[in-house]
């Protein structure tokens, strides 16, 4: 089964400190994506990536790195955490056939 | 936004009710994505209904597709406690892997 793992689970940050918040797959897909989900807003794509070493902006960048150093794990970077950054951020996988994406457990962050 | 406004709501039914939730998008897509999500947890696909299908079937799930009112709607049949969850529809807009998500219905079903 497809499994899509995330760290940490949850974290408490500073405003203007550096925030790392990890993926890992080991479905062997392609595609990896990072979103956050708000009250009321559902699922925002913010950064995707289809090829280890190479990311896209996707419809929220602004405020947030992402990095792909292999094709196992995905990286979401906040360089100077915000206030508005508190959110729940969830990473996912897909592989370059179908459309199913697989979803990790998420990371709720607290921006402090 | 993608979305139509009736995509956010909030629905209780009580168990072996029938429910259905409507979503409406804005770009061309070919296909809608039905995800469901349970409480702390990543969602998860139940449902993927392509623009050459009106309908699909899967279990107590239904989906139907609506390409010239870009709408689709999830039915439940005979609602279940453990059918309780946040449900999405989603869109890849022009084929592209870039999932846009509704705002969500969320589902309380009471015994």
């Known amino acids: 089964e497809a499994a899509v793992t995330q760290s940490p689970r949850s974290k408490v940050a500073v405003t203007g400190g550096k925030v790392t918040l990890s993926c890992h797959q080991t479905?062997?897909?392609?595609?990896m994506y990072w979103y956050r989900q708000d009250t009321g807003h559902g699922l925002r794509l913010i950064h995707y990536?289809?090829?280890?070493?190479?990311?896209e902006k996707g419809d929220i960048p602004d405020g947030y790195k992402a990095s792909r150093p292999s094709q196992e794990n995905f990286s979401l970077i906040l360089e100077l955490a915000s206030l508005s950054q508190t959110a729940v951020y969830f990473c996912?996988?897909?592989?370059?056939?179908?459309?199913?994406?697989?979803f990790g457990p998420g990371t709720r962050l607290t921006v402090l | 936004s993608q979305w139509g406004e009736e995509n956010l709501q909030a629905l209780s039914i009580q168990e072996g009710e029938d429910v259905t939730m409507n979503c409406s998008y804005k770009?061309?897509?070919?296909?809608v994505h039905w995800y469901r999500q349970d409480s702390g947890r990543g969602p998860a696909l139940i449902i993927l209904?392509?623009?050459?299908?009106r309908e699909k079937r899967s279990g107590r799930l239904r989906a139907t597709l609506d390409t010239s009112s870009q709408s689709s709607s999830l039915s439940i049949t005979a609602a279940q406690c453990e059918d309780t969850a946040v449900y999405f529809c989603?869109?890849?807009?022009?084929?592209?892997?870039?999932?846009?998500f509704g705002l969500g219905t969320t589902l309380q079903v009471q015994p």
């Open positions: 996912a996988s897909s592989d370059g056939t179908g459309y199913e994406q697989y």
């Open positions: 479905n062997n897909h392609d595609y």
């Open positions: 990536s289809y090829v280890a070493d190479s990311t």
């Open positions: 770009t061309y897509t070919t296909v």
């Open positions: 209904i392509r623009s050459n299908e």
């Open positions: 989603a869109t890849a807009p022009g084929n592209t892997r870039k999932l846009i």
